[in-house]
Each structure stands twice: as C-alpha cells, then as structure tokens.
C-alpha cells in the first residue's frame, strides 16, 4: 500500500505565506510526477503544480510567480511554498503522486487534503 500524507495548511492574512509538505510512503519502487491540486466547493479539482521525477515544473497561471513547487526525492517528499497569498486561494489542497509500485505501474494516489484559508 502507498500513503500521501499532507502538512501545514491553516489560516492565513492575504499577502502571507504557507508551506504545504506532503510525503509519499509504502510499497514504493519509483515515484513520477507529483503535484498539487486545490477545490473549492462546487467547482472541479484543478491543478495548482506540478514537478516531474527530472524537476521540469507546470504552474496554473493563476499562482504563477507566486507559489514554487519542489521534491525531495530521497524523502518522496513534495512541497508547496505559497507566498503573496490571496483570498481566491482558499481551497482544500491535495497532494497527488504518480507512483511505480512493486506490483502497480504509474498509479495515482492522492492525499486526505489539506485546508488553506486567506483571509482578507
């Protein structure tokens, strides 16, 4: 089995920052891409970022030049360094991994969420 387990949402003044951690464990071989996603009540999951097993990154545009994906690949570990915080960005946070298990090739796994709320 394969867990994402997900840190350091919370509340936070617009303008400020967080730092969202979130680290994959278990019946690990190899992990591929890994990502944020975020959702907000009655609208669809979307992507916030994501880095490849080689470090190439995808940002939305609407976080770009604000938030900085990075991996610790020895940790299988993922973060999310948020700055310049808007209210807009209120949302519950998820964690996603792209993982090569002993058994399973290039599954997706995503964490519990996390809550991050701006307020303004």
């Known amino acids: 089995q394969v867990q994402l387990v997900e840190s350091g949402g919370g509340l936070v003044q617009a303008g400020g920052s967080l730092r969202l951690s979130c680290a994959a464990s278990?019946?690990?071989?190899?992990?591929?891409?890994m990502g944020w996603y975020r959702q907000v009540p009655g609208k669809q999951r979307e992507l916030v970022a994501s880095v490849t097993s080689g470090g190439v990154t995808n940002y939305a545009d609407s976080v770009k030049g604000r938030f900085a994906i990075s991996r610790d690949n020895a940790k299988n570990t993922v973060y999310l360094q948020m700055s310049s915080l808007k209210p807009e960005d209120t949302a519950v946070y998820y964690c996603?991994?792209?993982?090569?298990?002993?058994?399973?090739?290039?599954?997706?796994?995503w964490g519990q969420g996390t809550q991050v709320t701006v307020s303004s």
């Open positions: 996603n991994a792209n993982i090569n298990s002993w058994i399973t090739v290039r599954k997706n796994y």
């Open positions: 278990g019946s690990i071989s190899s992990i591929n891409s």
